[in-house]
């Protein structure tokens, strides 16, 4: 099974986060959870910007790289919204993952893809956070760049629909998310 890189949203490394963890593990995947704040985790969505502004994007990407140094170079890089970009943005420095999951936000830059890099998107529609046009750009040229891309879209949960500690919880979209999840990672 695969190594998996787990980062956390915005809100922090919150139960959620941890619980997903646990999921992956009971499949036989091996997985990091970092907390890239060092702080306990937010309750709010505002909360949770605040800390992130207090910690700055620049620690956070350090933190995450720094979690990732001592991983096999075909860990699978996963994140929820803001650590969905996270795991994106560590392509760069890791041309050898084994794939991206991407839950509640987009990320990667389509200069990192490198052709055949397997990539699944779940997000909610509408996502107030991931406008329909932009996630359509993005997935342009995330194909142009030769990803072999999955986007999910679920009708009706909003945008943190797999935490079930957030206002956005769907269970049965989540369970979906999972299923679907858990069959991609099956062959890494």
Request: aromatic share 6%; proline share 8%; hydrophobic share 45%.
């Amino acid at each position: 099974m695969a190594h998996i890189l787990l980062l956390h949203s915005v809100h922090g490394r919150r139960p959620a986060v941890l619980a997903a963890a646990d999921r992956l593990r009971a499949a036989g995947h091996e997985v990091t959870t970092p907390d890239l704040y060092g702080l306990p985790a937010a309750d709010t969505v505002e909360e949770g910007f605040a800390l992130l502004d207090k910690v700055g994007r620049d620690t956070v990407l350090e933190r995450a790289a720094a979690a990732a140094r001592d991983l096999p170079g075909e860990t699978v890089l996963a994140g929820f919204s803001m650590g969905a970009g996270v795991a994106g943005a560590l392509l760069a420095e890791r041309p050898r993952t084994a794939a991206l999951v991407l839950l509640h936000g987009t990320g990667g830059a389509p200069e990192s893809v490198r052709p055949g890099l397997p990539v699944q998107l779940h997000l909610a529609d509408p996502d107030e956070y991931e406008p329909p046009d932009e996630v359509d750009e993005w997935r342009r040229a995330m194909t142009a760049a030769g990803a072999r891309l999955a986007v999910y879209r679920y009708p009706g949960p909003g945008h943190l629909f797999t935490d079930p500690e957030a206002p956005d919880h769907d269970a049965l979209a989540a369970a979906l998310t999972w299923d679907r999840t858990l069959a991609f990672l099956a062959d890494r």
